[in-house]
């Protein structure tokens, strides 16, 4: 193994101007940060509220270095003939495109699926968070993760109680057997307002341009819940947040959805109209309507007037220091795993399909002579420092001598970065397995 490895730049006197230009400078190559290096339990903020994306990551990198990712999307009876899935298997074998098309496909339908489902988890976890940080939090709802409880439970000094949807229907009507279903909700809790006890339920969606008329009543059917169990011991808040304030559009649509959910107007009266009428403007204007004693219904648009909007019903004005939303949302812009995996795994995909070569596999044919570096590239809390050094000149050495690999960069910063981020996800596999992977060959993944 070259000594060079591990240290940072080149000083060889026998490199000429035409290559040391050619070679990208480090300082023009961006950082990377890893949470599944940092933080590869997921215990931290911001890794704990990003588990389920960070699991997709995960997953995508294993099938990587294991061998199958072209195979983590399943065809079914739909797909088959809506997206002609069928009639690219019936030309795969002797038509590269076709071949192509079904691999891609079913990938990409896979991977942006499982985003799908999973992305409304990071909203609903800042929810929850900023009440916790903003709020005089009494009880309030958590899922059954040990992790995110214990995080939660650490946000304060003062103690507060974990309580289930169940609990807190409970608090609010003391004088019922609460029993049957009772929903979902995105963020649930009983606050001490200063002056009294109050209730606040979030429904949070990142847009409201998606989905049908449907899709937009369903937004009260949790506060339908509480509206069939009469009046509630506390104030009650339903918060309607709707993430992006782009999709304002739709707003009109959105709140007539609501009240016809909620049977409000419904009848040709000039009275009912006038209600109508009435919570139509109001739930406009972003101000809170008065479904019934105790029980207000409030839409927002945008981080901005969400927390506004919670911060004024739970009286936060004395914690005026504590982060926003949009500070909280900051946290979640500079981060690498998600993108990468799926970057790589795009590329690899078509390498595959067309060329039946894989840069993956040829990567760790290289690496297979640099055992001594590739055992540091595991997970220490006090050398990922170290591991990001490593990985910077493990990747010029690389790029050195790596005569054909198959992608579409034809810059040097480009293929140095390309190479640099394999690397990583390297990394990242190796502390994922804690195992090398020596048996990893073409024959194993199902390479052409």
């Not at 038509?95 to 409304?120: E, I």
């Not at 949790?222 to 993430?243: D, R």
């Not at 419904?266 to 739930?283: D, F, I, T, V």
């Not at 936060?316 to 220091?321: G, Q, R």
Request: charged share 30%.
């Amino acid at each position: 193994m070259s000594s060079s490895i591990g240290r940072e730049g080149s000083s060889n006197p026998n490199e000429g101007a035409h290559q040391r230009a050619n070679k990208p400078d480090r300082h023009d190559c961006p950082e990377r940060r890893l949470l599944l290096l940092e933080d590869p339990k997921l215990e931290k903020y911001p890794a704990v509220f990003l588990k389920g994306l960070l699991d997709q990551a995960r997953e995508v990198i294993c099938k990587l270095f294991e061998g199958g990712i072209e195979k983590l999307g399943m065809s079914d009876d739909i797909k088959a003939f809506t997206a002609s899935i069928v009639r690219a298997e019936e030309l795969g074998s002797s038509h590269l495109l076709a071949d192509y098309y079904k691999t891609m496909f079913l990938f990409q339908q896979w991977f942006h699926s499982s985003y799908r489902a999973r992305q409304g988890k990071v909203l609903e976890h800042l929810m929850r968070y900023a009440l916790v940080k903003r709020a005089r939090v009494d009880t309030i709802v958590l899922p059954q993760d040990s992790r995110l409880r214990e995080f939660f439970q650490q946000l304060k000094p003062e103690p507060f109680q974990i309580a289930t949807i169940k609990d807190i229907f409970q608090l609010l009507y003391p004088n019922q057997n609460i029993q049957g279903t009772l929903g979902d909700i995105d963020a649930f809790a009983v606050v001490d307002a200063v002056s009294c006890k109050r209730a606040i339920a979030i429904q949070i969606r990142s847009r409201d341009d998606t989905g049908g008329a449907t899709a937009k009543g369903s937004l009260v059917d949790f506060l339908k819940k509480l509206i069939n169990f009469g009046v509630p011991q506390l104030e009650t808040l339903y918060l309607i947040g709707v993430w992006d304030k782009q999709s304002i559009t739709q707003k009109k649509t959105t709140i007539n959805k609501v009240l016809d959910a909620l049977e409000i107007g419904g009848k040709k009266s000039e009275e009912e109209q006038r209600k109508r009428e009435s919570a139509s403007e109001m739930l406009d204007k972003g101000k809170r309507y008065k479904l019934k004693d105790r029980i207000y219904l409030q839409l927002r648009y945008g981080l901005e007037d969400i927390q506004h909007a919670i911060d004024d019903w739970v009286n936060a004005n004395s914690l005026a220091s504590a982060p926003n939303l949009e500070d909280l949302a900051r946290d979640f812009i500079c981060w690498d795993d998600f993108w990468i995996a799926y970057a790589i795994a795009t590329i690899e995909i078509h390498n595959k399909s067309l060329t039946g070569r894989s840069n993956i596999v040829e990567l760790v044919s290289l690496l297979e002579n640099r055992s001594e570096i590739c055992a540091r590239l595991t997970h220490n809390p006090e050398t990922i420092e170290t591991i990001h050094r490593d990985i910077e000149q493990l990747a010029k050495d690389i790029v050195a001598i790596w005569n054909k690999p198959v992608h579409p960069f034809t810059a040097p910063r480009d293929i140095f970065l390309y190479v640099r981020d394999m690397l990583y996800l390297y990394a990242i596999y190796k502390d994922t397995k804690k195992t090398t992977i020596s048996t990893y060959t073409e024959d194993s993944d199902g390479a052409h």
